[in-house]
Nanobody, 123 residues
Framework: QVQLVESGGGLVQAGGSLRLSCAASGNIRSINNMGWYRQVPGKQREMVADITSDNSAQYAASVRGRFTISRDNAKSTMTLQMNNLEPEDTAVYYC?????????????????WGQGTQVTVSS
């Protein structure tokens, strides 16, 4: 089993920045791909960014150029640097991980999830 814990959410004004962190524990050697996903009440969970074990990344079109995903395999951590935030970025953000190593870019591809951290961007 793998446990994921997110931190770093909060309230920020439009145009501001936040940095989310995800700490993994447990059977971390089983992890290959990781990702950040977000969900707004009443809507489906959507991909924000995915990253492979060798730090190749893909982003949703809505965040490309504003968000940066990274991971430190030695520390079993993953981060999401979010700049130029917009009110539309308001959501609960989840850290996800999977033993899979091929791009899937959908929530169903991930086996492990954190509890989520709220990000609220005011206009």
């Amino acid at each position: 089993q793998v446990q994921l814990v997110e931190s770093g959410g909060g309230l920020v004004q439009a145009g501001g920045s936040l940095r989310l962190s995800c700490a993994a524990s447990g059977n971390i050697r089983s992890i290959n791909n990781m990702g950040w996903y977000r969900q707004v009440p009443g809507k489906q969970r959507e991909m924000v960014a995915d990253i492979t074990s060798d730090n190749s990344a893909q982003y949703a079109a809505s965040v490309r150029g504003r968000f940066t995903i990274s991971r430190d395999n030695a520390k079993s951590t993953m981060t999401l640097q979010m700049n130029n935030l917009e009110p539309e970025d308001t959501a609960v953000y989840y850290c996800a991980a999977t033993p899979g190593n091929s791009w899937a870019l959908v929530p169903e591809a991930f086996d492990y999830w954190g509890q989520g951290t709220q990000v609220t961007v005011s206009s």
